[in-house]
């Protein structure tokens, strides 16, 4: 069993950056591929970025790739989402996904997820 707390969400201008933080409980963290994805009211929940067990692969959405960076910290059992150049597009609930075997973009992939930040980028 993994739980995770996803922090760091907030209200910002475009082209402004966040650091999201994701705390997973649980002693298997370094075990699990883990995944942001986001959902934008109305629209299905999309894969945002995926990072392997020992960050060795990262994987990112066209939409942020270049923007965004998700990278691992094992000893503190977080991920993290750093996002730059924030577009209004990027507006969503952001969810920290954990349980893979391999990083996926794949939402069914994970089995655990957390109960989402906000990401609000105002234009």
């Known amino acids: 069993q993994v739980q995770l707390v996803e922090s760091g969400g907030g209200l910002v201008q475009a082209g402004d950056s966040l650091r999201l933080s994701c705390a997973a409980s649980?002693?298997?963290?370094?075990?699990?591929?883990m995944g942001w994805f986001r959902q934008a009211p109305g629209k299905e929940r999309e894969f945002v970025a995926a990072?392997?067990?020992?960050?060795?692969?990262?994987y990112y959405a066209d939409s942020v790739k270049g923007r965004f960076t998700i990278s691992r910290d094992n000893a503190k059992n977080t991920v993290y989402l750093q996002m730059n150049s924030l577009k209004p597009e990027d507006t969503a609930v952001y969810y920290c996904?954990?349980?893979?075997?391999?990083?996926?973009?794949?939402?069914?992939?994970?089995?655990?997820w957390g109960q989402g930040t906000q990401v609000t980028v105002s234009s």
């Open positions: 996904a954990a349980g893979a075997t391999l990083a996926s973009m794949i939402r069914y992939s994970y089995d655990y």
């Open positions: 649980g002693r298997t963290f370094s075990r699990n591929a």
């Open positions: 990072i392997s067990m020992t960050s060795s692969n990262t």
